[in-house]
């Protein structure tokens, strides 16, 4: 009969001892990279919390004419829209790729809705890898079949994943063009703009103008803050007389 002494010694680490099997770190589970979203009322629910959190930076790569190519309901595009741009609003840095090929083939009345989102804070290049949306380099959404956010959605907090699609994001970034020039005439003021030049003409305070554009305090000083820049002043009445001289009144 064997006993312990005959049983085989336990190979023993260098310079140590052996380490108990209870003792051993069980193998871990690989994580998920994202968490898949799908149904429209979920989806819509998670990119409006997405877009809600943002504090300091929006990465999209984006398409204005994919609803066009396909059918997206158009509450789902209104919905997607107001929330991107409601956090466009908010966050100190906006930066938006858009394949070239976007401002062909949107009507007049889509791209005056595409371009006071865009102006001075996208890029316009050949292509998109995908469509996505990266908040604060810390959550991504990416749609399921790369193309639709309406289609599902996978929601990514891996930061290594998070990381890699911030890079490409940089990548695409500079290698752009800028949309500024392109989409704004140069005789004529941005379009989320003339609103507030408008308002400053009229004598308007800044409070009574932020509540007939419904936007906050702060967001009508900012581009008040952008129109004087873009006429060249730090005087609102001078603002006035240069809008007049390049025939933005």
Avoid at 16 to 44: D, E, K, N, S
Avoid at 132 to 151: F, K, W, Y
Avoid at 232 to 239: C, L, N, P, V, Y
Wanted: positive net charge; aromatic residues 4%; hydrophobic residues 45%.
């Amino acid at each position: 009969m064997a006993t312990a002494r005959d049983a085989p010694a336990a190979r023993l680490p260098r310079g140590g001892t052996a380490i108990p099997p209870q003792a051993r770190p069980a193998p871990q589970t690989p994580r998920p990279a994202g968490q898949p979203v799908l149904g429209t009322r979920h989806i819509c629910a998670a990119l409006a919390a997405l877009t809600e959190s943002a504090r300091r930076e929006l990465l999209t790569f984006d398409d204005p004419t994919a609803g066009l190519r396909q059918p997206v309901p158009e509450p789902f595009l209104e919905l997607a829209g107001a929330c991107v741009r409601t956090a466009a609003e908010r966050v100190r840095t906006v930066r938006q790729v858009v394949p070239r090929h976007a401002l062909g083939r949107v009507t007049a009345p889509d791209l005056s809705g595409v371009v006071p989102l865009l102006f001075g804070r996208a890029r316009l290049t050949e292509a998109i890898p995908f469509k996505m949306i990266v908040v604060d380099r810390a959550v991504a959404a990416v749609p399921l079949d790369l193309e639709l956010l309406h289609n599902g959605l996978l929601l990514i907090r891996d930061q290594v994943v998070v990381q890699a699609l911030v890079r490409a994001h940089r990548a695409w970034w500079e290698a752009g063009q800028d949309l500024g020039d392109l989409a704004r005439p140069p005789d004529a003021p941005p379009p989320r703009l003339r609103p507030v030049l408008d308002a400053m003409v009229a004598g308007l305070t800044d409070e009574t103008a932020a509540a007939r554009l419904g936007i906050s305090g702060r967001t009508y000083s900012r581009r008040v803050g952008e129109l004087l820049a873009a006429l060249g002043t730090t005087s609102r009445f001078r603002a006035g007389v240069e809008a007049a001289r390049r025939g933005w009144l």
